[in-house]
């Protein structure tokens, strides 16, 4: 699977209503440089001053396209929780649920070893949402974690349902997959590709739910 959302190029930013070509790929690169920054530092250590050094461009440029640096952390979670939901989507007509999941890893892997940034970004900031993203982003983020676990959660229960995979609280497995998938960002393993890497995945998980 192609890394990215399907028709999107990987990390590319949702162009806004009325935004210029060249708009859109100044918000590119913006969240290209602010991912790599938050992953490395930490979101609530790293200054719009700092972004502003990593990226080249002054503080006024930076807050025209971005009103706060949570909105620039939105846009990250918001980018990873539709990457993930098109990852499922793309296996909605798999022949099977242990092939639906094992396509769905593959996607994860690959998407994931291309956006490592964003992965490490949902991991260490998800819990701290309240904290760290503007209001009125607060649910959006929540829900789209929500619709993404009950997908996710879907997947599974088919496969019990249908006899492929052992009865099991598809909650628990659905959470461990997950937090697998993303972990995996932070793994550094140089000497495998993300195909040795998703097979090596669903070996452990798929022998472990399979009848």
Not at 7 to 32: E, F, H, L, M, N
Not at 72 to 97: F, K, N, Q, W
Not at 145 to 169: E, P, T, W
Request: proline content about 2%; overall charge positive; glycine content about 8%.
């Amino acid at each position: 699977m192609s890394s990215g959302t399907p028709g999107r190029k990987s990390g590319q930013v949702r162009r806004k209503a009325g935004a210029t070509p060249q708009q859109a790929d100044k918000r590119r690169y913006i969240i290209k440089h602010a991912a790599e920054l938050f992953s490395r530092v930490g979101y609530s250590a790293a200054t719009m001053d700092d972004l502003s050094d990593r990226t080249g461009l002054n503080k006024g440029t930076l807050y025209y396209y971005y009103a706060a640096k949570s909105d620039i952390l939105y846009e990250i979670v918001r980018a990873t929780h539709e990457a993930s939901h098109a990852c499922l989507d793309a296996v909605a007509g798999a022949s099977s649920p242990a092939v639906a999941l094992s396509s769905f890893i593959d996607g994860m892997v690959d998407w994931i070893s291309q956006n490592k940034e964003h992965a490490i970004i949902l991991s260490k900031e998800q819990d701290y949402f309240e904290d760290t993203l503007p209001e009125d982003k607060i649910e959006s983020a929540r829900s789209g974690h929500r619709a993404y676990m009950r997908k996710l959660y879907g997947v599974i229960q088919a496969g019990v349902d249908s006899g492929v995979f052992k009865n099991c609280d598809v909650r628990v497995v659905g959470r461990a997959i997950s937090t697998m998938l993303f972990n995996s960002a932070s793994w550094r393993l140089s000497t495998m590709g993300p195909a040795a890497i998703s097979t090596q995945i669903k070996q452990l998980l798929m022998d472990g739910l399979k009848t």
